[in-house]
């Protein structure tokens, strides 16, 4: 059963696929707007049927009326986006996380992965923390196997064991084929609510650095910028605010490094808990 159709993009150099989906694990929205940046204005050479990956009462289609007539309507999607980079070839596999079939999906990305030659798969993400946006955004490493993570990392110590995303399935299927495979997860400060463009800035600079592939930055650096600004006004306007955010600079600077996984996931399970219920964030209205 196919459930993408493939534009042939022609020949291909040490192409790398970056993966970002919508969703769990992708908090503050980092992984998908790093993916959508270095996207940009790429070319789809590959897209999934939606009918085979979305609840569409979950992922609702988004309809557009214009003095009452219906212009558009826009289904969630799953698309694979050639970026134009310099250099070797960058696959972007980006969209809302699929409601199901899964182990379908991964099986096709897997197979999409052998007839475009990849040779290496990124995911990309973001995890809830106690992390102070006053401070450099950390990122998780993981990989396929430990010889692809560079020694400078930072790791967590011990066992992380936390709810599944769809875009570490697809990682798995990727894998069993026998390419190798790392990913970068940027840990977001629990409280900032919509994108959070520190993080988005570090992971463009961490893969870019990883696949020794040049990206501007563009405007992130000064969204990165105006969003500092607007968070420290808040921390001027709310004194029970600033001192929630000083504990967690005390925190943070104490710890010389990563956090254990077990304390990782406990922060995942924590975010997780609230976002079901009434949230007592100090950043929420």
Do not use: C
């Not at 020694?151 to 084929?177: C, F, K, N, T």
């Not at 490094?257 to 922060?267: D, L, Q, V, W, Y």
């Amino acid at each position: 059963m196919a459930i993408y159709e493939l534009n042939d993009p022609g020949d291909l150099i040490a192409p790398v696929m970056i993966a970002a989906l919508d969703g769990w694990v992708n908090a503050g929205n980092v992984g998908t707007e790093t993916a959508q940046h270095i996207a940009a204005d790429g070319e789809t050479i590959a897209s999934f049927d939606p009918d085979a990956l979305y609840d569409f009462r979950v992922n609702r289609p988004a309809l557009t009326f214009v003095s009452g007539v219906t212009e558009s309507i826009e289904w969630p999607e799953l698309r694979l986006i050639r970026a134009k980079t310099s250099g070797r070839d960058v696959l972007v596999l980006t969209g809302t996380e699929p409601n199901w079939h899964w182990q379908l999906l991964g099986r096709s990305v897997a197979d999409l992965s052998t007839e475009l030659g990849i040779v290496e798969h990124v995911s990309l993400g973001g995890i809830p923390s106690a992390a102070p946006h006053t401070r450099p955004t950390r990122l998780v490493t993981t990989a396929s196997r430990s010889e692809l993570i560079a020694e400078d990392e930072q790791l967590p110590g011990g066992v992380l064991r936390v709810p599944g995303a769809a875009v570490s399935i697809l990682e798995s299927y990727v894998v069993d084929q026998g390419i190798p495979a790392v990913g970068f997860w940027a840990q977001v400060p629990h409280y900032v609510g919509g994108t959070y463009y520190p993080g988005v800035v570090t992971l463009v600079e961490r893969f870019a650095r990883h696949s020794g592939i040049p990206i501007s930055l563009g405007p992130l650096v000064d969204d990165a910028a105006e969003q500092r600004r607007q968070l420290d006004q808040i921390l001027e306007a709310q004194p029970q605010t600033r001192e929630y955010v000083e504990q967690l600079e005390t925190v943070v600077d104490a710890q010389s490094e990563m956090p254990t996984g077990e304390e990782i996931a406990a922060e995942i399970e924590r975010f997780l808990a609230e976002s079901t219920g009434e949230s007592d964030d100090p950043f929420d209205a």
